[in-house]
């Protein structure tokens, strides 16, 4: 049972450029977290979703970060015009339906570099 | 409002030596509890869980963790230590009623010298 996919796993950006970050969840996990993480700091939530809704975005900076988990295909992150702020590590995670293990599970993370 | 809490940032031990890693929590209710590590350039990994039931928990690679209701803690412990586990560890607190989000600790970097 492979684990949770992320790519790419690196990626640069210059300045006002768009990122987009894939995430393939475990087999049989139906929901997805976005985490960031920055230099020598800890996770900090962006968004929780489930197939095709978005269940909490509290985390998410209001403008220029979008998530999506389509019916079919990977969920994307998507950051339009980015700044040297947004370089981080970002991990997606998923978890079993409601009901399971609350256990989340996280893929290796793709780290953004901002020129 | 929740929050993790891990006051080493950073604890170098000798091989062999036992390990301890304080993790508190601020929480209303009894949380979920995570311990992950991360290797340099890594993802996290599950190292142990809790739930309910027995308040001492084993995990992977000699790892256990005990949850104390009456201190908020979820310390991680390892009676000897090898090279191998130097490392980040996270503490996480899984909180059902807010979707299910984690709330991390912001870690302790593990050093082992021989």
């Known amino acids: 049972n492979a684990g949770v996919m992320q790519n790419p796993r690196h990626l640069v950006r210059r300045r006002g450029q768009e990122a987009r970050l894939r995430c393939s969840p475990m087999k049989g996990h139906s929901h997805v977290y976005w985490y960031r993480q920055l230099p020598e700091e800890g996770l900090k939530f962006m968004v929780y979703l489930q197939k095709e809704n978005i269940i909490d975005e509290s985390g998410m900076p209001k403008e220029r970060f979008s998530a999506e988990f389509p019916k079919e295909g990977p969920s994307i992150l998507r950051i339009q015009q980015v700044v040297r702020g947004d370089s981080a590590a970002y991990f997606c995670?998923?978890?079993?339906?409601?009901?399971?293990?609350?256990?989340?599970?996280f893929g290796p993370g793709t780290r953004l570099l901002v020129l | 409002a929740q929050s993790v809490t891990q006051p080493d940032i950073h604890i170098t031990v000798s091989e062999g030596a036992s390990l301890e890693l304080r993790c508190n929590y601020s929480y209303g209710a009894t949380p979920y509890l995570f311990w992950y590590v991360q290797s340099p350039g890594q993802g996290l990994q599950l190292l142990l869980k809790?739930?309910?039931?027995?308040?001492l928990v084993q995990g992977i690679k000699g790892f256990e963790a005990e949850f104390k209701r009456s201190q908020s803690s979820f310390n991680l412990r390892k009676p000897s230590v090898h090279w191998s586990d130097a490392a980040e560890y996270f503490c996480?607190?899984?909180?059902?009623?807010?979707?299910?989000?984690?709330?991390f600790g912001t870690g302790t970097s593990l050093t082992v010298i021989p």
């Open positions: 809790y739930f309910s039931g027995d308040t």
């Open positions: 995670a998923s978890s079993p339906p409601r009901g399971g293990s609350q256990t989340q599970y």
């Open positions: 996480a607190v899984g909180v059902l009623d807010t979707g299910n989000q984690f709330y």
